[in-house]
């Protein structure tokens, strides 16, 4: 009887981890691993602290075409500041056009609430922890 139970248990440990569906695969973005804080006390990011606002940020750790963090008014989103829809290039950073951001090379627009736009790929998107004022943005 002791097996039988120590053999469910194990099913269940393995069967309860998960990733909760998170999926940023894209043929187009590398992954790069990377952890960064922002300081929402810092007048560099205290625009996260209102709804409806992002920033972009290009650090040499968060790959070639930075990333957009987004305050949703329910949480914060995370995406990757390159075209998900094209290969990189120079025309392939994404520019903030209000609640959206736009790649110069097809015109296309993606929501910062989602991620999602009408062509094949969405943003890729990337984790995000809050811990009082203080973000971590990480894959």
Known sequence: M???VSIFSLCLLFLSCSDNGFNNNNP???NYNFSITFD???PA???LKYVSNA???SGPE???KGIYVFNTGTGYTAFDGACPNQAL???STLTLKGINVVCPCDEEEYSLFTGQGKLQYPLKQYRVDVNQNILRVYN
Do not use: E, Q, T
Request: proline share 10%.
């Open 40 to 42: 929402l006390n810092l």
């Open 62 to 64: 968060v790959g070639p």
């Open 89 to 91: 290039s120079s025309c």
């Open 28 to 30: 187009y973005i590398p």
């Open 2 to 4: 002791k097996k039988i």
């Open 45 to 47: 990011y205290s625009n």
């Open 55 to 57: 920033i972009y940020y």
